[in-house]
C-alpha cells in the first residue's frame, strides 16, 4: 500500500512542522505558534462549535482501488467514520479527488486547559484504508500554544504568549508543590552529596575508634604476655 504525505488544508500563520517514517505510516504534524481566529459553529459543514479550525489534507493510498475507498474509515478516538461520508471531499469518484479533510478545533477553553497538560492541544486519527478492520495510518497533530495567538469572534485577542505566561503563574499559584514534594526534592538533590561509609565521620571518633580497637589488641597481648612470665617463674625455665 503506497501511503501519501498530508498536505496543509489551510493557510495559517503558523510554522507548520510534517514528519513521517519510512513507510509513511505514521505521520507527526506540529504546529509552532500561529494567528488564528475563532469563528462561529457551522453544522452544514462540520463546524459543530464557535473555534478557531486547522486542518490537513489527507489523501488516499495511490494503488487503493476507488471501490475499495467505499469502505475506508478515519477515526479520531470518538468511532469509525467512513471516508466516502467525510463531507469536505464532495467526489471520491474521480481518481484526483481521493482525499479527506480533518480538522481540530481550537478555543479559549481548550488553550487554558492546556496549560495544565504542558501547552500543546493534541489529536490522534488513525486511517483503515482498504476497510479490513486494521489501522494503515497513524495521524498525530500537536499544536504548541504558549506562543500562539488567537481572537474571538469580536477580533479581540483572547490569548497570546503574554495570557498564556499569566495563565501558567496562576496554575502554579492554584497547585503549589506540598511539603512532601519539596521533601522528596531536597531528598532527590542530595542523594549525590551523601557520604559514603566512613565519610563524613568526625576525626576525633576516628581516633576514638581507632584508639579503642589497638587498645583492645594491646590488651590481649598484655594478658599473653604476663602469663608467660609467671609460668616462667613458676617451672624456672625461662
Request: glycine share 6%.
Amino acid at each position: 500500500m503506497t501511503l501519501q504525505v498530508p498536505e496543509e488544508a489551510e493557510s495559517h500563520d503558523a510554522d507548520v512542522e510534517i514528519k513521517w517514517n519510512k513507510n509513511k505510516s505514521v505521520i507527526d504534524v506540529t504546529y509552532d505558534g500561529g494567528k488564528f481566529e475563532i469563528v462561529k459553529a457551522d453544522h452544514s459543514i462540520g463546524r459543530n462549535i464557535d473555534a478557531a479550525w486547522f486542518g490537513l489534507k489527507v489523501k488516499a493510498p495511490t494503488d487503493v482501488k476507488l471501490a475499495d475507498l467505499q469502505n475506508a474509515t478515519y477515526n479520531m478516538g470518538t468511532g469509525n467514520k467512513f471516508f466516502t461520508a467525510n463531507e469536505d471531499s464532495t467526489d471520491k469518484t474521480k481518481t484526483d479527488n481521493r482525499y479527506i479533510l480533518l480538522y481540530g478545533s481550537i478555543t479559549e477553553e481548550k488553550l487554558n486547559e492546556s496549560v495544565k497538560s504542558g501547552n500543546i492541544i493534541s489529536y490522534t486519527w488513525t486511517l483503515d484504508w482498504n476497510g479490513d478492520g486494521a489501522v494503515d495510518q497513524t495521524i498525530n497533530i500537536k499544536v504548541s500554544t504558549s506562543t500562539l495567538e488567537l481572537k474571538n469572534i469580536d477580533k479581540e485577542t483572547v490569548w497570546n504568549e503574554k495570557i498564556a505566561e499569566m495563565a501558567e503563574t496562576q496554575v502554579k499559584n492554584e497547585n503549589p508543590a506540598t511539603p512532601a514534594e519539596e521533601t522528596t526534592a531536597t531528598e532527590e538533590s542530595g542523594k549525590d552529596s551523601q557520604p559514603k561509609t566512613g565519610e563524613g565521620i568526625p576525626m576525633a571518633l576516628v581516633g576514638m575508634m581507632t584508639l579503642g580497637l589497638a587498645g583492645a589488641y594491646t590488651f590481649k597481648k598484655s594478658n599473653v604476655f604476663r602469663r608467660r612470665q609467671r609460668l616462667c617463674r613458676r617451672n624456672s625455665y625461662c
